[in-house]
């Protein structure tokens, strides 16, 4: 964990959160300002600064947020509808909390996909 990172103060509980699922590996919680009806934001319990500070030790958060996004698409009953997932990495993506988060995006039809 590091000092000074919003997120992981969120995980030592530092700073509140509204939390909709939790594991040993992995904490999602809803994102205090969405761009969607469900809008929810999925990080590893373990400080990595982005997707590109990855490292192959890793490799385990990286299955345990996938799978963490479907079971929370299926407790919050978005699976069969879908959802998107978007990840920002760095400067150009516009990354504004350097902890790895998934955003997941449902409940209504999104817009113009960029890719
Ligand atoms: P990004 O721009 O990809 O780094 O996304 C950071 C996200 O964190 C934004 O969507 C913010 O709304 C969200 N965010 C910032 N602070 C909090 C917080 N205390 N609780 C929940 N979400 C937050
Ligand atoms: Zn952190």
Redesign the pocket.
């Known amino acids: 964990m590091k000092d000074d990172c919003?997120f992981c103060k969120?995980i030592k509980g530092e700073?509140p959160?509204e939390k909709v699922y939790e594991d040993e590996f992995v904490l999602a919680?809803?994102?205090?300002?969405p761009?969607a009806p469900i809008h929810i934001?999925v990080i590893p319990k373990k400080h990595i600064d982005s997707l590109a500070g990855l490292e192959n030790e890793d490799k385990e958060y990286v299955w345990k947020i996938h799978e963490a996004m479907n079971k929370i698409a299926e407790q919050e009953n978005f699976k069969e509808d879908g959802f998107r997932v978007i990840v920002?990495c760095g400067k150009d993506a516009?990354?504004?909390?350097m902890h790895l988060?998934y955003?997941l995006l449902a409940g209504q039809k999104m817009g113009d996909k960029i890719v």
Do not use: K, M, P
């Open positions: 919003l969120i700073i959160s919680f809803r994102d205090i300002n761009a934001l920002n516009g990354q504004e909390v988060h955003h």
